[in-house]
């Protein structure tokens, strides 16, 4: 082994999750750079590393005593753009809040935006998230990942309904695709050179992109071997409209449609008479249904929500191999319903959860994510089987699985990228010893979060 220990640094935990492998007690990880180079118990690292090695290191092994030491958290569904509009007010359900978020979000300048954005991904931060899987609106969420040092993959978001403007909505995406693609600012510059930050599109979801657009988005996205991400089955008003009609989405596309159209001569009667005239909707298909048969259903796509599934559905979305973030959260507070959880599971769905954006939730840490869904879910079916470790699992290497990124990042192995996420055990409990439980139902605190072996979080504060 040819290492120069100034290059690398030594973390020791009392608990060690490599996800990949079994928990460990009382071990250590070698990190050279930014790249993770061995996993083994405190005890081996005298007999494996010789002393010259160990004095050379540009710090002393750092300690974090009674702590869990696990690969960086993956959140695989927000919207740090709208991270300013928290606490809104989701108390009359999901279509009269994303009016208000339009409306409000549509007066705001760069700065904002920026500001907005800024303020999720350090939040996100804090929590030991290393990744995020963002759909944006106004593209700032790259800026914001950058500047934090985040990974992150952000889906531009894609919105047209009408067919015969698809080529020209595309058009207009591709070339702010492009300005964001070749901005002058130089960390997002260089993350996404390095691809530390994938830039991608998000098609928002199926009552607001009709299929040709949609077929765009899933082509260009398959030609550059990229994920591409979309809201789908989230509300009873989205299967109800794909498969017939309904007043509240007519309502809300009427209103989006005068905001963002301000001389628009068109009567809200004329855009409601337009609506009724599309001919991809009202076939009764569920959502589902109806991408799939556009064949807009691919391993690329990962669908957010999918609250209202039937049997049907499952399959479908199975044999697609079709990816899903589950947020319970949002889908709870927006008063959309539960995601059965349990037949995804049983159906052998790839899912990761998601904290959707701060918006519709009280905040973007995804262990108070896992704590909710874990009551939820047992609440509604207590014979339902999630284990601590499991959870965890879906946070980790199942969302990097899901993003085409375990041979970089998800587990505590050498070679991998180090994302790592490091919580203190605040409450050395004489309950369980399982650190998959205490990780999420002891009291913990997070200490230090590293991503590409930069410290990003050190003591609990942002870097
Ligand atoms: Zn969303």
């Not at 047209?160 to 510059?189: F, I, M, P, Q």
């Not at 979305?317 to 959309?336: D, F, G, W």
């Amino acid at each position: 082994m040819h290492l120069d220990p100034s290059d690398c640094r030594i973390l020791f935990a009392h608990w060690v999750l490599p996800i990949s492998g079994p928990p460990m007690k009382d071990a250590a990880v070698v990190i050279e750079d930014r790249t993770i180079i061995d996993v083994l118990f405190k005890a081996e690292l005298s007999y494996k590393y010789p002393p010259e090695f160990l004095e050379g290191l540009a710090e002393e092994p750092h300690d974090y005593g009674d702590a869990i030491l696990l690969p960086g958290l993956i959140n695989l569904h927000t919207h740090l753009d709208y991270s300013a509009l928290r606490c809104s007010d989701v108390e009359s359900g999901m279509f009269d809040w994303i009016c208000r978020l339009v409306s409000t979000s549509s007066k705001w300048g760069p700065d904002q935006w920026r500001s907005s954005a800024a303020f999720g991904a350090r939040e996100a931060a804090l929590a030991g998230t290393s990744c995020i899987v963002d759909s944006s609106f106004s593209g700032y969420s790259v800026h914001a990942l950058a500047e934090t040092g985040l990974r992150g993959i952000v889906g531009l978001e894609l919105f047209g309904l009408r067919d015969d403007e698809a080529n020209a909505v595309w058009g207009h995406w591709l070339a702010k695709y492009d300005a964001l693609k070749n901005t002058t600012e130089s960390a997002s510059r260089v993350a996404m050179a390095t691809e530390k930050i994938k830039l991608t599109v998000a098609p928002h979801a199926p009552y607001t992109v009709c299929p040709t657009l949609w077929l765009k988005a899933t082509t260009w996205a398959q030609e550059k071997g990229l994920p591409l991400m979309a809201h789908l089955s989230e509300s009873h008003e989205e299967c109800q409209w794909i498969g017939s009609d309904n007043r509240r989405i007519d309502e809300y596309l009427t209103f989006v449609k005068k905001l963002f159209n301000p001389n628009l001569a068109t009567s809200d009667s004329g855009i409601l008479e337009e609506l009724s005239q599309i001919r991809w909707k009202g076939r009764g298909a569920s959502p589902t249904k109806h991408l799939k048969n556009y064949g807009l259903l691919d391993d690329n796509l990962i669908a957010a929500h999918t609250v209202h599934l039937d049997d049907d559905d499952i399959r479908i979305l199975v044999e697609t191999n079709t990816k899903i973030a589950h947020c319970p959260r949002s889908n709870a507070k927006l008063r959309n319903g539960r995601a059965s959880l349990e037949n995804l599971i049983a159906a052998g769905l790839e899912f990761g959860l998601g904290t959707d954006g701060l918006a519709s939730n009280d905040d973007l840490n995804l262990l108070n994510e896992a704590r909710f869904a874990t009551d939820l879910h047992r609440a509604h079916l207590p014979t339902m089987q999630w284990s601590s470790e499991q959870i965890v699992n879906s946070m980790t290497l199942d969302a990097a699985r899901i993003l085409n990124l375990n041979q970089e990042i998800g587990s505590i192995e050498a070679g991998k990228l180090a994302d790592i996420a490091v919580f203190k055990l605040e409450h050395r409990t004489h309950g369980s010893d399982n650190p998959y439980d205490l990780l999420l139902h002891g009291k913990t605190r997070l200490l230090d979060l590293f991503v590409d072996g930069r410290a990003i979080v050190v003591g609990g504060e942002l870097v």
